[in-house]
């Protein structure tokens, strides 16, 4: 099941109502365009295991 | 010293000339003016001007009534500053339909105290979520270099007016790259500082955070000159530190001397075109940094910048994205749109890995004082070019020219971009990384830089 590959176009149809955004015919190939590649992207983040304690603070202080 | 009234002017030229009544600021600002009509329908890198504010300040100069270390000096502001009396654009068609500022940006004000003179409000890339300098309302801002090519985004008039001529300083804002992108491919002089160090207080957000403010120049006395000036807490922006201020220009001419310098390995030796890492290598020897570090985990950093960028940025224009779609720029729209739909488990993992990232990051600091990256991977691509190969593989152009700025940013690290030029080349920047609140270091090897040649920002 893991490495079944989801249905984007399905995906962003639904959080798209889930949301109210409505997203017009004309602009729904390139969301998904994008949606797809903001996975490949995300993937090296989606893959590191964090420890349990680590949390992010509520305001960033460098 | 260079002719105040000449486009290649600096800051400290121009404010040291009205200061000892070598020449009026009414004078200086007519050039500008003049300088700005004649080279906008190329470049346009202004999207307004404000003339008669201009001149109606360099008048009151004229009559002594202000002072300050930039007396006389014009600058201009990427269009997502506020300036009383005019919509806050942030390049953006929605906005120019909005409220007019009720009064100008923080940093605007703080620029006119020490005595400069705002001339205009400058173009730059939709809602600042933009690497290119494109704009598909107002028109791509030109690379003076080359005007059939990027200035670099999503500053990209702050870089087209400075790099031109137009003006000597400009402010820009930076999320993931948006002034080090076009100070590399307009070959400025820019500085990004630490997150936090400037007040953000009157200009339209992006991602609250990592959004930081800064200036471009074509000198390094004026980059610290400027950052000087703008410095100092603001109870308006609750990300501005209450520390100290800590005044930069004095410590220019201390040189390179007790600095510990590296050389960013991995993640930032790979991925680019050569022309990117010959300017590391030549920055390097001229600097006899020999010490290469390992930035860890950079590849997931810009997975998490990428991450939180997408989803902050999505859920500010929501009302928008439900409301006037149409009007959004058709190169932010679909990517507004789709970043509103990713998961928020990925949004917290991206925070929390932030927190880890810049401890492991801090460590570094303990072996070095800076450490040296390229600032983009290639020199300007074409206006409307799509697609590019870096090392072999077919890219995104908007996506990835800040490859090597978002892992940065994405720790609020202070970076000054040191530009170089080729003869008949195009121009193409260096990054130089220091460790939080220590804009003084980077600035120092970037004046050493220029005062030994290496590094230059000329008008084109």
């Known amino acids: ?62 | 010293m260079t002719d105040p009234l000449s486009r290649d002017a600096t800051a400290t030229d121009i404010a040291h000339a009205v200061m000892s009544g070598k020449v009026k600021a009414a004078a200086v600002i007519d050039a500008t003016l003049k300088r700005i009509e004649a080279a906008e329908p190329t470049i346009n890198a202004f999207t307004d001007v404000i003339a008669f504010r201009a001149r109606k300040r360099a008048a009151e100069i004229d009559r002594g009534l202000h002072r300050g270390p930039l007396l006389g000096v014009p600058f201009a502001v990427k269009n997502l500053f506020d300036i009383q009396g005019l919509p806050t654009r942030a390049g953006s068609r929605i906005n120019a339909d909005g409220p007019k500022a009720a009064r100008d940006g923080a940093l605007v004000r703080k620029l006119e105290a020490a005595g400069a003179i705002l001339v205009g409000g400058l173009n730059m890339g939709e809602y600042a979520y933009d690497f290119t300098g494109e704009n598909a309302h107002y028109g791509p801002s030109r690379n003076p270099h080359d005007t059939t090519r990027m200035t670099g985004g999503s500053s990209g008039g702050s870089g087209a007016a400075v790099a031109a001529g137009e003006v000597s300083l400009a402010l820009g804002s930076d999320t993931n790259g948006s002034i080090r992108v076009p100070s590399s491919l307009c070959g400025l002089f820019g500085l990004k500082p630490t997150y936090g160090r400037l007040s953000r207080a009157g200009s339209f957000p992006f991602v609250d955070a990592f959004d930081h403010l800064g200036p471009l120049a074509r000198s390094v006395a004026d980059l610290a000159a400027s950052f000087d000036a703008m410095q100092g807490w603001d109870p308006d922006d609750p990300v501005c530190t209450d520390r100290p201020a800590d005044p930069t220009s004095m410590v220019l001419g201390e040189g390179i001397s007790g600095l510990r310098i590296g050389v960013a390995g991995d993640y930032f030796a790979r991925g680019g075109m050569p022309e990117a890492f010959e300017a590391v290598a030549t920055v390097a020897r001229a600097l006899d940094a020999k010490n290469i570090v390992a930035i860890p985990q950079a590849a997931i950093a810009r997975a998490a910048a990428y991450v939180i960028t997408a989803i902050e940025g999505s859920q500010l224009h929501l009302p928008r994205l439900r409301a006037r779609p149409q009007d959004f720029d058709p190169d932010t729209r679909e990517r507004f749109m789709a970043g509103a739909l990713l998961p928020g488990s990925w949004y917290v993992k991206a925070q929390r890995f932030r927190r880890h990232y810049r401890a492991e990051v801090q460590k570094l600091f303990r072996e070095v004082d800076v450490i040296l990256a390229p600032a983009t991977p290639c020199t300007a691509p074409k206006l409307g070019q799509v697609m590019m190969t870096l090392d072999g593989v077919e890219l995104p152009v908007r996506a990835n020219l800040g490859l090597y700025t978002q892992p940065i940013s994405f720790i609020g690290l202070p970076v000054v971009v040191a530009p170089l030029h080729k003869p008949g080349g195009l121009p193409i920047g260096v990054q130089i990384i220091a460790n939080h609140y220590n804009e003084a270091a980077a600035l120092r090897v970037a004046r050493h830089l220029e005062k030994e040649g290496v590094a230059s920002a000329p008008a084109a």
């Open chain 1, 1 to 62: 099941m893991a490495d079944e590959k989801p249905d984007i176009g399905r995906l962003v149809d639904e959080a798209a109502k889930a949301i109210g955004l409505p997203i017009a015919e004309q602009y729904r190939a390139n969301v998904i365009v994008n949606y797809e590649r903001s996975m490949a992207i995300a993937r090296p983040l989606l893959e590191v295991e964090l420890d349990d304690e680590l949390t992010s603070g509520p305001v960033f202080r460098p």
